[in-house]
């Protein structure tokens, strides 16, 4: 019922900038909190940042001050800027939706992955 697409990633170097996006389709009947995780290989999925329906948004403090999430409603997608890209940043990036369908039960979803290389 729910469909995320993911798209954005790419190689790039120490200390540049990507945005991934994220858009969300299907019978959404609301949103409680969109977010970005990341897996590196050999590594546990991790919590990036989330943004939450009133528009409040928390990082894991490796990325903060560095990657920002934010949202085009009318788009139904969601973004993460991410800039001074380091090394340690690689890893397959996944959109994650906490979103309410035609039936208004919350579910998670999960966009398929977008991989982010940083490296010279």
């Known amino acids: 019922q729910v469909q995320l697409v993911e798209s954005g990633g790419g190689l790039v170097q120490p200390g540049g900038s990507l945005r991934l996006s994220c858009a969300a389709s299907g019978s959404i009947f609301s949103v409680n909190h969109m977010a970005w995780y990341r897996q590196a290989p050999g590594k546990e999925r991790e919590l990036v940042a989330r943004m939450f329906s009133g528009g409040s948004d928390d990082y894991q403090d490796s990325v903060k001050g560095r990657f920002t999430i934010s949202r085009d409603n009318a788009k139904n997608t969601v973004y993460l800027q991410m800039s001074a890209l380091k090394p340690e940043d690689t890893a397959v990036y996944y959109c994650?939706?906490?979103?309410?369908?035609?039936?208004?039960?919350?579910?998670?979803?999960w966009g398929q992955g977008t991989q982010v290389t940083v490296s010279s």
């Open positions: 994650y939706g906490r979103i309410a369908t035609a039936d208004r039960i919350h579910r998670s979803w």
